[in-house]
């Protein structure tokens, strides 16, 4: 009688522990907000920092309320220059990967081509795209790729190169073509190496869209940051970042979760 029950309590434990999984992976980074935001406050306080140097959090909040379709507005200009480049980074990146992982003598050419764009600071390019393209949304999807491309790009070529040498002498040994191989076996044992990049070049993404609205830009968070600076309205220019951060979350957690929709398997494995 010990082994149907213990069979028949075993899913409902299973189910016990996820609720509780999740639980804490909500509960807890709220609560380290919380303590943040409490920590935050306190110091303004009791070291009477000046609010033109540090504003306390009811002061960022206000600015939030009262300027809450002006950042609303910002905030979507920057989501969409996120994005864009994010989806064009992977466009261009996921298909370089896979010629560099297939063709040796392409990795000999491209690597120290992609190592050596990869080490220029992003910043110093910036001006000059919006010499070359203006101050429009063009120069802003550009820089997020370029932050984006490399991560991708290693990502990929490592998910690509990790497949178990007995995996694909199994599918050779199954008459499966190079093509059926790659499909079959190639790229879904890459997909979790795959998403690990995506996961990080979603936040340089983020960075790269604001790095471009500060040289040059008439709207976005980043153009919003710049112009509270000049005006000393540091709650506004705090405001703005606590959207920025917002948004690198968001769009953090929505790949997380197309990866789990999409590769259960990876998740039960850890």
């Given at each position: 009688m010990v082994a149907p029950v213990t069979e028949a309590v075993a899913p409902?434990?299973?189910r016990s522990r996820r609720g509780t999984g999740r639980a804490r992976a909500i509960g807890l980074p709220v609560l380290a907000l919380v303590i943040i935001i409490v920590l935050w406050w306190a110091a303004t306080r009791v070291l009477a920092i000046p609010s033109y140097l540090v504003p306390g959090p009811d002061l960022v909040v206000a600015k939030l309320a009262e300027f809450a379709g002006y950042l609303s507005t910002?905030?979507?200009?920057?989501l969409r220059e996120?994005?864009?480049g994010f989806a064009l980074a992977i466009l261009i990146g996921v298909p370089v990967a896979m010629a560099i992982a297939r063709f040796r003598t392409l990795e000999q050419m491209l690597y120290p081509l992609l190592l050596a764009v990869n080490a220029v600071p992003k910043v110093a390019i910036a001006p000059i795209l919006v010499v070359w393209m203006g101050f429009g949304l063009t120069p802003k999807v550009?820089?997020?790729?370029?932050?984006?491309f490399f991560p991708i790009v290693l990502s990929t070529?490592?998910?690509?190169?990790?497949?178990?040498?007995?995996?694909v002498e199994l599918s050779r040994s199954l008459d499966a073509?190079?093509?059926?191989?790659?499909?079959k076996v190639r790229f879904p044992w890459a997909l979790p190496q795959i998403f690990v990049?995506?996961?990080?070049?979603?936040?340089?993404?983020?960075?790269?869209a604001v790095i471009a609205e500060f040289v040059g830009s008439s709207a976005g968070l980043g153009y919003v940051i710049v112009q509270s600076g000049a005006s000393a309205d540091t709650a506004l220019a705090f405001a703005a970042i606590s959207l920025l951060?917002?948004?690198?979350?968001?769009?953090f957690y929505a790949i997380e979760l197309v990866e789990k929709l999409l590769l259960p398997w990876a998740e039960e494995n850890r």
């Open positions: 409902s434990l299973r910002q905030t979507l200009v920057t996120t994005v864009i550009v820089m997020v790729v370029l932050l984006c070529v490592a998910g690509l190169r990790s497949t178990p040498a007995e995996l073509g190079e093509l059926k191989e790659f499909v990049g995506l996961k990080t070049a979603i936040s340089l993404a983020v960075i790269g951060a917002l948004i690198s979350i968001v769009l």
